[in-house]
């Protein structure tokens, strides 16, 4: 290969490395919002990670600040009181050549996704937006996997 034919290859990675990860990071500033993810506390729409592995529901609302205290409240004398949603987890530098997983890590994320959401109409026109920052026509592979239910282990996947 050419010297002109590797300085060209190099750039159209860097490219796409860019779009991939802007486009990887729309995604998770958008599910972090109670317009697309359910927010009772707001522990939810803060509790979506972006990894290399799949992220596993683990964390309780009664361990994390200053939700807990919101679950309290609204439970108790203030039922208005807002949500308060704020991204518990950074967002890591990722290539096109990574397969990247975006979960929920709060324990009742499998319930939460039972309620009525926006996540799965987010994520079908999620698959619009990818051609525009891949100027694509095809955007490759995006799925919603959801293991387990309130009724069972079972999975179930989207497209």
């Not at 807990?68 to 308060?84: C, D, H, L, N, V």
């Not at 619009?128 to 239910?149: D, E, L, M, Q, Y």
């Amino acid at each position: 290969m050419g010297k002109v034919a590797a300085a060209l290859e190099k750039q159209v990675e860097r490219d796409l490395d860019a779009s991939f990860q802007e486009f990887i990071k729309f995604i998770w500033l958008e599910l972090s919002t109670e317009v697309v993810s359910p927010a009772y506390t707001g522990f939810f729409a803060s509790s979506w990670k972006v990894d290399l592995q799949r992220p596993q529901p683990v964390d309780k609302v009664a361990k994390h600040e200053p939700w807990a205290t919101i679950k309290k409240e609204k439970s108790g004398a203030f039922p208005q009181m807002p949500p308060y949603i704020e991204p518990r987890f950074g967002l890591a530098k990722f290539t096109s050549d990574d397969t990247v997983y975006i979960g929920n890590t709060a324990e009742y994320a499998r319930w939460a996704l039972q309620r009525p959401n926006q996540i799965v109409p987010f994520v079908a026109r999620a698959k619009s937006a990818a051609k525009i920052f891949f100027g694509t026509a095809r955007p490759g592979s995006i799925r919603v996997t959801a293991t387990g239910s309130a009724r069972g282990t079972r999975d179930r996947r989207v497209l």
